[in-house]
Each structure stands twice: as structure tokens, then as C-alpha cells.
């Protein structure tokens, strides 16, 4: 793969990013700081934030251990990166759990957790950090959604509502913010070749399956996600809103 572009306009940008500690989200953090922004992030899991926290001061990358189930401790996060970098610019909303359960025993408990953890984070993330990006007149948010809430996949219900729900989140956040400059769009990945993933679902099997049913006979990487995070972020997708891109090398 060829290096990253480099977006000028990204320096000293502030961006705050959900499940920033591994996988998509620390390919994101990575992404971003290598473009000379200013990273914020939560997750939960502290020993993967710490190794990526090592070598960056302060200054550069923040962290904080938040359960975005905790909505006010969420938006006091957002807040709070903004005061220690003196704005935001750019929020990701990236924390996802895509646990499976039978639609036909599903609990109660377990579909509002899974909308509590993909959908509700989002958009109170989301507004929690309109004000910053208001007072600037400019912003972009990028939510996180999935090419299954296009395709379905079995017994993941409440996760593919909640992806699909992030689409119209995203459009519905492009018209009501698109008056104060800032632009929301949503990235639907295809099924990523994560660490986590690796170990978990995508077994070899799966990895066939799905070389079989795309376009282009790759894997999609973390990098190549963040790469499209880049590019949404920038200047250079400034007339790009309520759009939901995916990246799925011809998945659908």
C-alpha cells in the first residue's frame, strides 16, 4: 500500500475518537497524528491505550477510560478534550460491539445494550461536541455504520438496526449542523482484518467466503479505513456531507 496522503489541513487539527485503542480506532489515532493533529480518545481498554499513550506528550494525545454506556461520563470526555486542546474539530464515532445473539431469544437487556453501545454513544457524542464546533463555524463528524446494515447478516439484528440507524442519524445530523459548516457522513466498512476480528469471526473460512464475493480479491486493513477517516476529516472533502461511503473492495 502506498504511503498516506498528506492533508496540511489536518495539522494541529483536534480530533476526538471513540474505541481509539486498538484496531480501526488505533490505525485512526495513529493516522491522525502522523498528520500533525491533536488526538483525543476513549476506550476501555487502558493497557492497549497505554502502549499506544507511550512516546506521544501530552501536548499531541489524550486519553481517557470511558464506557460510552455512561452518556454523561461520554460527554463530560468530549468536553474535556476540547478544554485540554483548546477546541475539536473532528469527532469519529468508532466504538462498536458486534456480539451476536439469536433474534429469536434475544433479551431485552441485550438489545438496549447494543443500541446503547452502536447508536445512542453516537449521537450524544455528536452533541456534545456540536458547541465546540459551532463557535468555529466548521467540523466534520464521521459515524462508524457497517455494510451488514445494507446486506443483513444472521443473528445480528440489533447490531445491523443499529449500523442502519447511524445512516439516518447521519443524514439527519447533515441537515440540522450543515448551517454551522459542519459536515457528518458515515463510513460502512466492510469486514476489516483486525486483530480482534482475526482471532474471533474471521476464521479462514469466513476469509474465503468473503474473497469470493468481492470485487477486488483483498483484505481490507485497518489502514486502509483510516485512510477514508483521513480524507473525510480534510479540507478536501469539504462539500461532502450526509453521505454514507463504503469501503468493502465491491462487497455490495
Not at 37 to 63: C, R, T
Not at 89 to 114: F, G, P
Request: glycine fraction near 6%; charged fraction near 15%; aromatic fraction near 8%.
Amino acid at each position: 500500500m502506498s504511503d498516506t496522503v498528506e492533508y496540511q489541513c489536518l495539522k494541529q487539527k483536534v480530533v476526538f475518537i471513540t474505541g481509539g485503542a486498538t484496531g480501526i480506532g488505533a490505525a485512526m489515532v495513529k493516522a491522525f497524528l502522523k498528520q500533525g493533529a491533536k488526538v483525543a480518545f476513549i476506550d476501555l481498554n487502558q493497557e492497549a491505550a497505554s502502549s499506544l499513550l507511550a512516546g506521544y506528550p501530552p501536548e499531541q494525545l489524550w486519553f481517557r477510560c470511558v464506557d460510552v454506556t455512561d452518556l454523561n461520563a461520554l460527554k463530560q470526555a468530549v468536553a474535556a478534550a476540547a478544554t485540554h486542546f483548546g477546541t475539536l474539530s473532528v469527532l469519529i464515532n468508532n466504538v462498536a460491539n458486534d456480539k451476536r445473539h439469536l433474534s429469536n431469544e434475544v433479551t431485552v437487556a441485550e438489545w438496549q445494550s447494543c443500541m446503547h453501545v452502536n447508536l445512542d454513544s453516537a449521537f450524544f457524542a455528536a452533541q456534545a461536541a456540536y458547541p465546540f464546533m459551532q463557535a468555529q463555524q466548521a467540523g466534520s463528524i464521521i459515524n462508524f455504520s457497517s455494510i451488514n446494515a445494507l446486506t443483513g447478516q444472521p443473528n445480528m439484528a440489533g447490531y445491523v438496526t443499529a449500523k442502519a440507524g447511524l445512516i439516518g442519524m447521519t443524514k439527519a445530523l447533515a441537515k440540522d449542523f450543515g448551517v454551522d459548516a459542519i459536515r457528518v457522513n458515515a463510513i460502512l466498512p466492510g469486514w476489516v482484518a483486525t486483530d480482534r476480528q482475526l482471532a474471533s469471526w474471521f476464521t479462514a473460512e469466513e476469509q474465503q467466503r468473503w474473497l469470493d464475493a468481492v470485487s477486488l480479491k483483498k483484505f481490507i486493513s485497518p489502514a486502509d479505513v483510516a485512510n477514508l477517516a483521513l480524507f473525510l476529516a480534510s479540507e478536501q472533502s469539504a462539500l461532502i456531507t450526509g453521505q454514507a461511503i463504503s469501503i468493502d473492495a465491491g462487497r455490495v
